[in-house]
Nanobody
Framework: QVQLVESGGGLVQPGGSLRLSCAAS????????MGWYRQAPGKQRELVAT???????NYADSVKGRFAISVDKAKNTVYLQMNSLKPEDKAVYLC?????????????????WGQGTQVTVTS
């Protein structure tokens, strides 16, 4: 299987910045899409940003121009640079990845979630 481990969350004042990282490990052959989602208390999980293996990015309207997603393919790590943070960005941020991994020399599709990292924006 493929495991995802996030890091980089924390407490920041409005207007501040944070950078989240998500490292994928396991017998990964390829990742097709990696992305970030978030879930605030009492709300549904929502897409924040995704990036494909070809570099195509997609952002939620609420974060366009403030957040940037990038990937280091050699490290199987996806990043989310968050600038101009607002109190409404407060949530648990979860990493997601889809792709192919090897098990007993055979390829299998996977979709994995990380455990989440808390982002709090408050003055």
């Amino acid at each position: 299987q493929v495991q995802l481990v996030e890091s980089g969350g924390g407490l920041v004042q409005p207007g501040g910045s944070l950078r989240l990282s998500c490292a994928a490990s396991g017998s990964i052959f390829s990742t097709n899409v990696m992305g970030w989602y978030r879930q605030a208390p009492g709300k549904q999980r929502e897409l924040v940003a995704t990036i494909t293996s070809g570099g195509t990015t997609n952002y939620a309207d609420s974060v366009k121009g403030r957040f940037a997603i990038s990937v280091d393919k050699a490290k199987n790590t996806v990043y989310l640079q968050m600038n101009s943070l607002k109190p409404e960005d407060k949530a648990v941020y979860l990493c997601n990845a889809e792709g192919t991994y090897y098990r007993s020399l055979f390829p299998y599709a996977f979709q994995s979630w990380g455990q989440g990292t808390q982002v709090t924006v408050t003055s």
